[in-house]
């Protein structure tokens, strides 16, 4: 049986590579009709990332937080929630973050002490904004799904709000808040480009995350949990602590990503509609299969993807909603399990006839 | 006789890699009834779905009356003249027996259904064949043994020449049983072929003309039954002699562990499941609860268990309430449960056997390391150690558990809930389904954890030779109150306890006794 092991296992990564082949098929055979310079176009979206080191810098702009986001929607999917706070969490967290650096700013406080702070606030707002979800289903039976997706309007406005009055910036002819004071701002690690130091805290963040899934007791009850839940509640593990902590330690990741992105890029406070982040890390969790070694990779695809359509977006005429039609090909490829499901049905069972004549 | 039906050569893999069928023959005759026998995993439900058109085949061929017939769907089976009565009965509660029969056959002019004609086509058919089922009755006014002649009442309706029946009798009485070989017996004479799937041998030599036995998915071999016996057939099954009998020395009982004082519970139905149940279980003795299946057994290992709550009575395990506690409090206090539901309540498929072994007690002080962390170490040791003593038949401990047969799945369950070092064990049908060898390890190691290490083990069980060989004491359930006791289990015949768990008869309080 160890053989039906090593094929489920590499037909997975070969699902995946020809998802995505089939994905950037079906997008370049459309950019191919719509574009005037085809050629262009496909060189663009697939190389773009890659051409300029201001580029490649976009691109660790969002694999940055994708590596928190990820990691945080993990703890999430593992246990078998469909709590999609991640999103409002990640928007309100920037917010207060962002608050928070403003008031603070010019007190003298050291940079790493003051940014340290600031994540722990980012940390904070998405554990209290998550908790409510995650909450109302485990202690009420409340669908999460609804109210976290309710929730994520309310906080929209709610930071809105909280910026038109006690954040805006007069000076300024558009909405945002004061700037967050330099000694606050997460350094660039290559000057002009968005890779930052906040790589490290979604790196620590990653290994943390796994070192919970697999080195924990919390992580064996997780995964459980998320599993088979009346085998859970025969076996004795206290479900109710456990997925109410696996929620708000995910919205907690999520807010985390908010405040680094917000430290990182951002001069200012100004996002004044859904940033799709946490929807985003939802999809990065998807592609890693519940698994926190794979986010990494996960991260990187979707920042790549998403950079690429914008690169596309910007240097020619093909509107970026186009390249959302591809990554939902894409994660519908990977995320449905039956996709090729007969072509590996038949090579188990060559395996397995072959393993039968061995043996007679 | 003519040949009605031949299965060549047929080999079925399942996506996860099983070969369940592997070059399997099996020929059926007109007017025969066959039983189809081996252990649990050996094949035989597979190779009756393939044949029923519910499960598609990679190899062989599937041929009635000598013609290669393509059964593609339970539809096209039926057509073809392929009736199956499923263990678990296909029927709607809420309607009649004439409407369950009928049902995608009704009679009738255009969109309206004509009553009174089902009726009478079923009532009919139930007439000629003896099967004593009143067409106008409810389906959930009536008892399983009536249930189950519905089933092949709809078969025969449907004009089936060869009817399956996968393990009849497993939730029937020893009466009900009599009366459905007498019944089975008529149908032969009409020149129907069935094809029996059991695992009691002497059903099987007191009913069919021949035996075809697999075992591993492979055909070991068809014999008429004038040249089988018991222990032939069951050395063919297992490929050496079982002993089903369990030798085990006089339970010397000490001080009371479990005891139940007059509990009841109400299900969702709002009907009274367990009501008014009172016994005791000392260190040292097996006590069993037999019972036709539903009528509370399964209730009372709950609520002992607290996956069900407890509202009225009292529970205690070693002197204390387990009222309000949580199945983890009730852990604690020295309980493992091993439940019915394997699937649902035993394992979570998907995970590896590591995850499932180690369920009940990742939070224990042993697996800690530097207080936040578990020794990841000294878990593989322990788990490696468990896959070996009882034999779980595995690649690694990283393998997931649905990747194992329905035995090893159960070997993965019982490993841990025997090592959790309990107490009280509660074995819920421990050995429903499984083949056996695991079957035989199960009640042996139920009976020395008794003898050797002093544990309460209540065993729930609907094997009448289950809860006769293993139990030291033995309770009868039926309809949710404790209708027999006897003080030894090894004194009832198999009939007497029929008797009891079909409301034949019925213990005084004084004829039970004390009950601890």
Redesign the interface.
Same mark, same amino acid.
């Not at chain 2, 996506?15 to 070969?19: Q, S």
């Not at chain 2, 949580?326 to 604690?332: A, F, L, T």
């Given at each position: 049986m160890k053989e039906t092991r090593k094929i489920e296992f590499g037909f997975e990564i070969f699902r995946i590579i020809v998802a995505l082949a089939i994905a950037y098929g079906i997008t370049l055979l459309c950019i191919m009709i719509i574009s005037d310079d085809p050629f262009q176009a496909v060189y663009m979206f697939a190389v773009g990332p890659f051409t300029s080191i201001r580029r490649l810098g976009q691109l660790f702009g969002k694999f940055i937080p994708y590596l928190l986001t990820g990691a945080g929607m993990c703890f999430v999917y593992a246990s078998n929630r469909f709590n999609l706070i991640g999103e409002g969490v990640y928007l309100m967290s920037g917010c207060l973050v962002a608050y928070v650096a403003v008031q603070l700013g010019g007190a003298g406080i050291p940079h790493i002490l003051f940014v340290l702070l600031l994540l722990v606030v980012g940390a904070l707002t998405g554990a209290l904004f998550g908790s409510v979800p995650a909450l109302l289903r485990e202690k009420m039976n409340i669908n999460e799904t609804v109210v976290s997706i309710m929730m994520n309007w309310a906080m929209l406005y709610l930071a809105t709000y909280l910026v038109k009055t006690k954040m805006y910036d007069n000076s300024i002819t558009y909405m945002a808040s004061k700037p967050i004071p330099q000694e606050a701002r997460l350094t660039a690690l290559i000057p002009r480009t968005q890779l930052h130091t906040g790589i490290f805290v979604g790196i620590i963040a990653v290994a943390v995350t796994a070192l919970i899934f697999y080195r924990t007791a919390l992580g064996y009850d997780i995964r459980i949990c998320g599993a088979n839940p009346k085998f859970a509640k025969a076996s004795g593990i206290n479900m109710t602590a456990t997925l109410i902590l696996a929620q708000v330690m995910g919205a907690a990741l999520a807010g985390l990503g908010g405040a680094v992105d917000i430290l990182g890029i951002y001069d200012r406070y100004m996002w004044t509609a859904l940033t799709n982040m946490g929807f985003d890390g939802l999809i990065v969790a998807v592609l890693s299969k519940k698994n926190p070694v794979f986010i990494p990779l996960g991260a990187f695809l979707l920042a790549y993807m998403r950079t690429g359509a914008s690169i596309l977006n910007y240097t020619t005429e093909i509107p970026i909603e186009f390249v959302d039609i591809m990554q939902a090909v894409i994660i519908l490829l990977i995320a449905a399990e039956h996709f090729l499901g007969g072509f590996k049905e038949k090579l188990i069972f060559r395996a397995s006839k072959e393993k039968n004549k061995e043996v007679a | 006789m003519a040949e009605v039906l031949r299965m060549q050569d047929i080999?079925k893999?399942y996506?996860? /890699?099983? &070969?369940a069928n592997?070059d399997v023959n099996l020929v059926i005759r007109e007017g025969e009834i066959h039983a189809l026998v081996g252990e649990n995993g050996a094949g035989k439900t597979t190779l009756m779905k393939i044949l029923f058109g519910m499960e598609d085949f990679?190899g062989g061929q599937v041929l009635l009356d000598g013609k290669d017939a393509c059964i593609s769907s339970p539809l096209d089976a039926i057509a073809k003249g392929i009736g199956m009565v499923h263990q678990h009965f296909m029927q709607v509660p809420s309607l009649s027996v004439a409407e369950n029969v009928t049902l995608g056959i009704e009679p009738g002019q255009g969109l309206l259904f004509d009553k009174k004609k089902a009726a009478q086509i079923t009532q009919e058919i139930s007439d000629r064949y003896q099967l004593k089922v009143n067409a106008n009755e409810r389906i959930a006014d009536m008892g399983v043994g009536l249930r189950q002649k519905v089933e092949i009442l709809k078969a025969l309706v449907r004009k089936c020449r060869i009817l399956i029946l996968d393990e009849p009798t497993a939730v029937l009485t020893p009466q009900e049983t009599q009366e459905l070989f007498v019944q089975l017996k008529a149908l032969k004479k009409d020149g129907i072929a069935i094809i029996f799937i059991s695992h009691k041998l002497e059903e099987v030599m007191a009913l069919c003309d021949r035996v075809t036995v697999l075992r591993a998915g492979r055909t070991v071999g068809t014999d008429v039954i004038e040249n089988l016996n018991p222990t032939k057939i069951s050395r063919m099954m297992v490929g050496r002699d079982v002993v089903l009998e369990i030798e085990k020395e006089p339970a010397a009982p000490t001080e009371l562990v479990l005891q139940v004082e007059d509990i009841h519970y109400k299900n969702a139905e709002n009907i009274m499941t367990v009501n008014g149940v009172t016994f005791g279980i000392r260190r040292g003795e097996v006590v069993g609860i037999a019972g036709v299946e539903g009528n509370g057994q399964n209730e009372v290992a709950e609520l002992i268990?607290g996956?069900l709550p407890l509202t009225q009575g009292e529970i205690r395990i070693c002197g204390k309430s387990i009222r309000g506690k949580?199945? =983890? =409090?009730? =852990? #604690?206090m020295g309980m493992a @449960?091993i439940?019915e539901d394997r699937m649902? @309540? /035993?394992?979570?498929?998907?995970?590896p056997i590591r995850?499932n072994m &180690?369920? #009940?007690r990742?939070?224990s002080q042993k @697996?800690r390391k530097f207080g936040?962390?578990?020794d990841?170490k000294k878990i593989n040791q322990d788990i490696d150690g468990l896959i070996e003593t009882f034999e779980v038949a595995? #690649?690694d401990r990283a393998?997931p558990v649905r &990747?194992l047969s329905g035995g090893n799945i159960q070997k993965v369950i019982v490993a841990r809930e025997f090592s959790s070092g309990a107490h009280l064990i509660l074995a819920n049908q421990p050995t429903r389904g499984i083949d056996v060898g695991t079957t035989e390890m199960i009640r042996k190691t139920l009976v020395r954890k008794a003898r050797e290490e002093g544990v309460a083990v209540l065993l729930v069980s609907s094997d009448l030779n289950e809860v006769l060989e293993v139990s030291d004491r033995l309770l009868v359930m039926k309809d949710g109150k404790i209708v027999a006791h006897f003080e030894d289990a090894s004194l009832v015949s198999e009939e007497l306890l029929g008797e009891y768990m079909l409301g034949v008869r019925q213990m005084t309080s004084e004829e039970m006794g004390e009950m601890v």
């Open positions: - | 080999t893999i996506p996860n /890699g099983f &070969m592997k990679q268990s996956m949580s199945v =983890r =409090r009730i =852990r #604690d @449960y439940s649902v @309540y /035993g394992c979570a498929a998907n995970l995850e &180690m369920a #009940d990742i939070h @697996y936040l962390f578990i990841t595995c #690649d393998q &990747m």
